[in-house]
């Protein structure tokens, strides 16, 4: 069974600040079988541009998910439900499915939003 790893901003941040350790840590695990999955919004916080070879070179295997109209009233909806206001973590838990792992910097405010989902994911700390 494919599992999904959900990169929120601070993933990124990991793999663009520890290089090829961190890089390698997360192709291991899609050797495994699982994917690595993300939006456009998540790396919009991150890329910068200029020397970020290693980054741009990690995103290639990264499946970034298009977000619409409906997806963004879901995580507004989300949003509401937890009593937060970031639409682009909301957009990380929504992207998760049961079984799935969200691998983030800020695990307490996506906690949040997995619970208020009632997603059966689990929360991994970078």
């Not at 994917?35 to 991150?46: E, N, S």
Request: proline share 2%; hydrophobic share 40%.
């Amino acid at each position: 069974m494919t599992r999904a790893i959900v990169l929120d901003s601070g993933a990124l941040l990991a793999v663009d600040r520890r290089g090829r350790d961190r890089v390698a840590e997360l192709k291991a695990v899609v050797r495994r079988g699982d994917v690595l999955v993300t939006h456009p919004f998540v790396t919009a916080q991150v890329w910068r541009g200029g020397k970020q070879a290693e980054l741009a070179r990690f995103l290639n295997g990264v499946d970034v998910r298009t977000i619409d109209g409906h997806f963004g009233r879901r995580c507004g909806e989300l949003l509401g439900k937890a009593g937060t206001s970031d639409p682009v973590d909301a957009a990380v838990v929504l992207l998760a499915e049961d079984g799935d792992r969200i691998l983030t910097s800020d695990p307490d405010d996506i906690e949040r939003l997995v619970n208020t989902s009632e997603r059966k994911v689990r929360v991994v700390r970078v």
